[in-house]
């Protein structure tokens, strides 16, 4: 062991090495995480040996409620749905030799990596892939998947919430439909909710995901802000998505964000946001939510371009009461 090396106080992040040792009976990986500080070096070496423990199982820890910190970390992300890539000649989704969608081979498996490394405990996803990429095992094994496609969007694309398993229940879920300003009588587009049970708080949370298109639908925002406020039996609100909006001074309601600490979220606007019920928790950025959206805004080698044509949004949120 290079105790210099594990214990460089220079180091300014947590960093972790994984080693896998081709044994021919008794396979076995070492992982080395070496930082400034215990603390964050421990949880970097319990979130290390759980992305191990998942690729090698398909399966998640299960870790005691007792254990768990009452802090919960969430994200959102457009992925950019390769049938947009394509439509808009989006850089990040198209494939530079071929000219074609690059989903399939690039894109989704670091989209997964990226989910699965980040180690949040809820995703709020837009523009994804309902059928396909939603239902790859390493997900699936990881998260309760709440996921609707979009009515009247001709990618048949959709909005997601996953939810970290060994935390969280799912008590119920709902689509809500938006009002096409086309035709009245028909749907464009909506929000996936659940209500979950946070087993390290015994809090139900009511989380809603989506992405508002106000061009062809009619006030999705106050849509599904009624339907949120009309929930009963409800402890707090977490909502967000790609909204479209940068709320420069039009914070919707009843409800708080952190707007210091990220900047844009595509192009040179910030149009990625996480609300949630004001007077129930305390915000900050962390370093897992802050790795988050440090990996979202990464190049990918064979691309050139970072996964989608937005960047990531994270929050950490402690309850106030355990304060």
């Known amino acids: 062991v290079d105790n210099e090396k594990f214990s460089n106080s220079s180091l300014a992040t947590v960093q972790h090495e994984t080693v896998y040792l081709q044994e021919e009976h008794y396979p076995t990986c070492l992982v080395f995480v070496y930082g400034p500080q215990p603390e964050p070096m421990y949880l970097a070496l319990q979130n290390a040996t759980e992305q191990v423990w998942r690729k090698e199982c398909l399966v998640d820890l299960v870790i005691p409620k007792e254990s768990q910190p009452p802090t919960m970390t969430v994200g959102t992300y457009n992925v950019l749905h390769s049938r947009y890539a ?27 990596q ?21 239902t790859l095992a390493e997900l699936t094994s990881v998260f309760h998947v709440i996921s609707y496609i979009h009515p009247g969007r001709e990618a048949n694309d959709g909005v997601a919430i996953l939810a970290r ?20 009588t028909q749907n464009y587009m909506g929000a996936a909710t659940a209500l979950l049970k946070d087993c390290a708080t015994d809090k139900t949370i009511l989380v809603a995901s989506t992405h ?62 996480i609300f949630f019920s004001s007077g129930k928790f305390q915000a900050s950025r962390t370093e897992e939510s802050k790795a988050f959206v440090h990996m979202t805004m990464q190049t990918l080698e064979l691309t050139g371009y970072p996964p989608s044509d937005h960047f990531g949004e994270a929050i950490a949120l402690s309850p106030l009461e355990a304060k």
């Not at 394509?86 to 997964?112: C, D, F, H, L």
């Not at 406020?229 to 909006?245: H, P, R, S």
């Not at 964000?257 to 990625?272: A, N, Q, S």
């Open 114 to 134: 990226l989910l699965l490394e980040s180690n949040l405990d809820i995703y709020l996803l837009q523009e994804v892939e309902v059928e396909g990429f939603l």
């Open 86 to 112: 394509a439509k808009y000649n989006e850089k990040s989704g198209i494939s530079k030799m071929q000219n074609s969608s690059n989903w399939t081979t690039v894109r989704a498996p670091a989209i997964v």
């Open 212 to 273: 508002l298109y106000t061009k062809k639908s009619l006030h999705p925002e106050a849509t599904l802000l009624e339907y949120l406020q009309t929930q009963q039996d409800v402890d707090c609100i977490i909502w967000g998505g790609d909204l479209n909006k940068e709320y420069k001074r039009s914070i919707p309601s009843g409800y708080s964000c952190v707007t210091e600490g990220h900047g844009f979220t595509r192009g040179e606007k910030k149009i990625d946001w």
């Open 165 to 184: 398993k060994r935390r969280f229940t799912v008590e119920k879920q709902k689509m809500v439909p938006f009002t096409s300003k086309e035709n009245l």
